[in-house]
């Protein structure tokens, strides 16, 4: 063997086995996640009151909700674990806690992703686990290569910081009568289930095709299906590198010394009214103008572009965690619902029970603003008003409030399973109603 090969075989094997270390810096020693159930109505007006005052101070995880049987989940540091529990109990409000030690949690879970090393063909890719950016980056470019019959790959932009935001098609056989389905995944940096899903999704479309499953040739033959994984690449990697609770994008307010906008608050549709806070502090943070946030003015001229050529009918932006799919309105919840809407709903309800079919979880479908609460300039709002995608969903995942955001990672796949159920069953129910 020539010196040269000698020192390339020894340098790919050291590569190979280049275990990577993430590890957030930001800690959170003794910091724990409170669950306070409203009994009734009055309780939900003192929540309501508790989030408006405490909101810039603590992190509500979960908000009141309209649903009487949910729970509002707040993440309280150390040190104010006793007040809070004190004012809690003086108003009688029933509380239990989710997570008693956050820290803990996020030290077990990148515990044991530590060591493990990147995958180094598409083969290698273990769905069952989270994954660093690059890797969810290169998935993309290996998808596009390894299956170049069906799935091509597009870089959507660049980033506030410079990473490459990319996504796949999946489309078999031109036919001029397709339409589409747009998903996009990791709108909120902590959400990691999110990415994870729809790169399970993804995958299991190509598989099945490939291996001839009826259901998913009529579904491919029909719809042509874009999946971008991750849109909030630089919130992504933050919560890896840094902190892993971050939820917003990574651009700086000049006039402010907080860092991020909500991409979730930033859809140009109903952009800037109620559930959406002008204060760049805050985990909702609408920012500057609609569409500030370049990574959102990408999504959306692309978006724009794509459905002029193949009308985009089904768009689903996914979140967790709550086991939710939000149809519009999203921005006002006293607003008139639109004509379409119980279409969406009966569609979303064929959604729900074939979720519930798979591991007998539940989720629940409703207009977001009436059964969660309202939030505007969000991506469902976009989707129908902005975009006319008359199947426009927010879909929050797993779970209900065991592990919120920290969802661990023996569930990605049966979460993956019950939701590919569920776009199957959408991606069918629309196709036999209303194509
Ligand atoms: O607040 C959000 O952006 C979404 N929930 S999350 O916990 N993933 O952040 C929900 C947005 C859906 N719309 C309304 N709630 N109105
Ligand atoms: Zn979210």
């Not at 007006?45 to 309209?66: I, K, M, S, V």
């Not at 949910?70 to 040190?79: E, F, I, N």
């Not at 572009?305 to 965690?321: C, G, L, P």
């Not at 959604?351 to 007998?360: E, P």
């Amino acid at each position: 063997m020539s010196m040269m090969r000698c020192y390339l075989v020894l340098f790919l094997s050291l590569a190979a086995v280049t275990a990577y270390t993430f590890s957030p810096s930001e800690r959170h020693y003794g910091s724990q996640v409170l669950r306070i159930t409203p009994q009734n109505e009055a309780d939900l007006e003192w929540l309501r009151d508790f989030e408006r005052n405490y909101e810039n101070a603590l992190d509500f995880w979960q908000g009141p909700t309209r649903l009487l049987n949910r729970g509002v989940d707040v993440w309280v540091p150390k040190s104010m674990i006793r007040q809070i529990r004190e004012l809690l109990l003086e108003n009688e409000m029933q509380f239990n806690v989710m997570i008693p030690d956050v820290q803990g949690v996020i030290d077990e879970q990148f515990t044991k992703m530590a060591g493990r090393t990147r995958p180094s063909t598409l083969a290698d890719f273990d769905y069952s686990v989270y994954h660093p950016y690059d890797e969810i980056r290169q998935w993309v470019l290996d998808m596009a290569t390894d299956h170049r019959d069906i799935v091509s790959e597009f870089l959507v932009t660049e980033s506030y910081e410079g990473r490459e935001m990319r996504a796949i098609k999946i489309s078999v056989k031109p036919n001029a009568a397709k339409k589409s389905i747009w998903f996009e995944g990791g709108i909120h940096a902590r959400e990691w289930i999110s990415p994870a899903t729809v790169m399970y999704i993804a995958n299991q479309l190509v598989t099945d095709y490939k291996s001839g499953d009826q259901r998913v040739v009529k579904i491919l033959e029909s719809w042509d299906v874009f999946i971008v994984p991750s849109l909030n690449v630089d919130g992504y990697a933050y919560t890896w590198a840094t902190e892993r609770m971050w939820r917003k994008t990574r651009s700086l307010n000049p006039d402010f010394g907080c860092v991020g906008t909500d991409a979730n608050r930033n859809w140009p549709y109903k952009w800037g009214g109620d559930g959406a806070s002008p204060w760049a502090c805050s985990n909702t943070y609408r920012g500057e103008t609609a569409l500030s946030e370049v990574e959102m003015k990408a999504i959306t001229s692309y978006a724009l572009a794509r459905t002029k050529e193949q009308e985009i009918r089904i768009f689903i932006d996914w979140h967790s965690y709550a086991q939710l799919w939000l149809a519009p309105w999203s921005y006002d919840d006293a607003v008139e619902l639109p004509p379409e809407s119980p279409d969406q709903l009966k569609a979303a309800q064929a959604g729900v029970d074939a979720q519930f079919a798979v591991h007998a979880f539940e989720y629940i479908a409703g207009p977001s603003a009436r059964i969660l609460y309202e939030a505007s300039g969000a991506s469902n709002d976009w989707g129908f008003g902005g975009l006319g995608a008359k199947y426009s969903y927010v879909m929050e995942l797993r779970d209900t409030g065991e592990y919120g955001f920290l969802l661990p990672e023996d569930q990605i796949i049966p979460c993956g399973e019950e939701n590919y159920a569920a776009t199957l069953a959408l991606a069918e129910y629309v196709l036999d109603n209303d194509f």
